[in-house]
């Protein structure tokens, strides 16, 4: 088995990661190539040591691939160049999907103004931002620093990432797991002692600026030890080089789900849509959420790329514009549909959602997308990335877990075995990045014991993590005689899913607004979210 890396301990306990030594014996592995370039971005001339990091660091992750038996190639003058056995007998048809690809950039200092404004990024103040629109120029003035504080091109994703993709046969050209990796002469002190938010931002200029969906950051570091591997979702761990293999090796043996497909046999009437409690519940969650400063701002790639063509270009090559964190999902027993967040990607605020901003999805048969039915005659917006893994796995579950039986009544629902609604027993679910703290003992809360793979949403290993999670949450709820009203569970590096179940008030009755117990478990005191997720 391989190492652990425990967060503080959170309610007693400590999360981490479980990645065995021999990663290719995991039911998610999938053999698949690691190409690192060898044409480096230079923004300033780089030192011996940067040399020396970049050179240990890549050797680290190429030797945790070759053990795996996975191919291992450098790319140099525009060709991909076989480093071990199992790169010379690779065919670009092995499998189109898996890759991981790395492109160093070597830089000095980041510069004393950007460490600055990312050292007052202290969690107490971000809550405040999330909380005060009011305070959103101040933020962007913040932002518009650290945008002038850096050089920033064309996406490298693009630009070296895209010839690599078409060499290995890769489906996507523009793939999700192309890295940059910084080789920065900012001691490491400096960047460790940043406040949780400050690393964050780091990642995402990096990301803005030179194109990547990912990045790791090597500062200067006496022993080598310990990089910082960001993800878009907001992770940041600081690792050792040969713990980043085994991540790299996760990552790439995942690949993107998602998506939707439009239903062509039915409507729901745009009144009903709009009078619907659980549509209306959803938006008040939304509301409750941004009160609470539960949802951070969106994250615009043009925050932080001070030329406004390069922002639309690099836009386009990202396809998204911005980045919306979390998602929120209830089951309408009266719609018979799950109603879903649309992406914030394409306008959705999720503080303030219009019914538009709503979607009716239906789990689909290949459990990979999810199927979306018109209201009216609008076209629907793209949905949230999360909709297939918090939707589909209840389908999959309702073998093992029968539907429960609900009748309709005066403000809420009951159960009933002679209810003419049937209903799986999670009934919402709200996706947020935050970490979950709750009072110890607590009968109304179940929480997910498990070791957590840090991968994140979108991709077919979260489906997988999804119906786990939601399975354990079904039987606890089950075995505990159906009293919780909630199960929580750590999404690793970058938040928690809250699931809710069909709770009854003192008179038998469960409450429209599906979100009734968690909002009010919230105003109470009993469960809270915190704004710094464990770094694992």
Partial sequence: MGERYTSQPLNNRQFSVNIPKRPQEAAWFTRHPVVIDTNNTVLDWPSEKQHTRAEHLFTAIEQTYDEAGCPVFRWQDET?????DAAANWSTSSDPSHAVVLHPVFMDQVPDRALNVLRLMHAPVMQLFARMKALEP???AAMRILADSLPEMEALVKEVGRPIAEQLGLKQKI?????????INTPDTKLRQLPYRGKQVLHQLFMAKFGSFKTTVSPDDQTYNRAMLGSLEGGHPELPPEEIGRRFL?????ESAGGYNVVKDRKIAPDDWESSPTVRGIQAMGRFAGKKGLFSPPVEISYFIRN??????????????????GAIMA??????????????RFGAVKTDLQPDDLLPVLPSEDGQTVDVVPVGDATPKPTSVEAAQLTNPLKELEEQFPLLRLSIENGGYRKSPDGDRAVPIIRAAFHVHRMYEFKNGSPHIIEIHDDHLPVGCGVNLMNQI???AMHQAMQHYIDQGQQAALAVQYVANHGCDVFVFWKANEDGIIPEDP???LKKMVESGELRFRYEIPQV
């Fill in 80 to 84: 991909l160049h076989p480093v071990n």
């Fill in 138 to 140: 101040l933020s962007h």
């Fill in 175 to 183: 793939h999700p797991n192309y890295v940059n990796t910084f080789f």
């Fill in 250 to 254: 996760l990552f790439g043996s995942t």
């Fill in 308 to 325: 406004p063509d390069l922002a639309r270009i690099n836009a386009g090559i990202a396809r998204f514009s911005r980045q919306a964190e």
């Fill in 331 to 344: 089951y309408d027993p009266r719609l018979q549909v799950f109603v879903m967040t649309a992406t914030g």
């Fill in 466 to 468: 999804s119906y786990n």
């Fill in 515 to 517: 979100f009734h117990f």
